[in-house]
């Protein structure tokens, strides 16, 4: 019989995402990679922000202007952009109070020998959530063999997964169809971002849509009072 999930969420990777996508993740019981759809290039596919002494700055993969490819079908054969990411990182970070601890993250992200962009972020964002503690559940969207376009296919997928409530990001309010949602009985609700607990980095001023190593780098083992826990006290 097929596990039967509560709530659930169907999101592309992102490359080391901002603390809001692991809130997304952490208030679901499955979470859904849904990388067998078009590529889009410079999104946030293949690049986030970290902090700088010159403030925010794109920290880009080179993946490439693809767009006839899916997000599960780029490549990156020229491995040089790791080493390039970690030294951008060290560099700019060497101040955390945190940095040290975080060397084997960093290995874990940037000694290995991915070339597939779909599987360097999953991989990435599990090990992630793994370190914030989340206990969801991962699965991808390829897995589950349901066909279909844009919201169709959302409400085959999680038919499949025996969801009851499907928790979309707040930019799918522009194309999701609710009223099929309505039809098969299946909650739909959408996550607004909170303005989250603001915290010391090693730049200022501060800048709230940075990658989620920036929290973690800066705030260590407290990085989920940052994202999740500071509300149990509102």
């Not at 020229?78 to 970690?86: G, P, V, Y």
């Amino acid at each position: 019989m097929q596990a039967r999930h509560n709530k659930v969420a169907i999101l592309q990777s992102n490359y080391i995402p901002w603390r809001g996508y692991f809130d997304l993740i952490h208030d679901v019981d499955l979470f859904i990679f849904y990388d067998d759809v078009q590529y889009t290039h410079s999104d946030w596919r293949n690049r986030n922000k970290l902090m700088t002494k010159d403030g925010p700055r794109w920290l880009s993969i080179p993946a490439g202007h693809n767009l006839k490819s899916l997000i599960c079908e780029v490549e990156i054969p020229d491995q040089r952009w790791k080493q390039q990411h970690r030294s951008i990182i060290e560099q700019n970070y060497r101040s955390a109070p945190f940095i040290k601890k975080s060397r084997p993250l960093l290995d874990f992200l940037y000694e290995n020998s991915i070339t597939n962009l779909s599987d360097y972020n999953q991989r990435a964002i599990r090990h992630l959530s793994d370190i914030l503690g989340i206990q969801t559940q991962f699965t991808d969207s390829r897995l589950l063999g349901i066909n279909g376009r844009k919201t169709e296919r959302l409400i085959g997928i999680l038919e499949k997964v025996g969801a009851t409530t499907y928790i979309s990001g707040p930019s799918a309010r522009d194309y999701i169809d609710e009223s099929l949602f309505d039809e098969a009985g299946i909650k739909l609700e959408y996550k607004e971002y909170p303005a989250y607990p603001t915290y010391l980095q090693c730049f200022s001023p501060f800048a709230p849509f940075v990658t989620i190593l920036d929290l973690i780098l800066n705030v260590g083992s407290d990085s989920p009072r940052y994202i999740w826990e500071w509300r149990k006290q509102i």
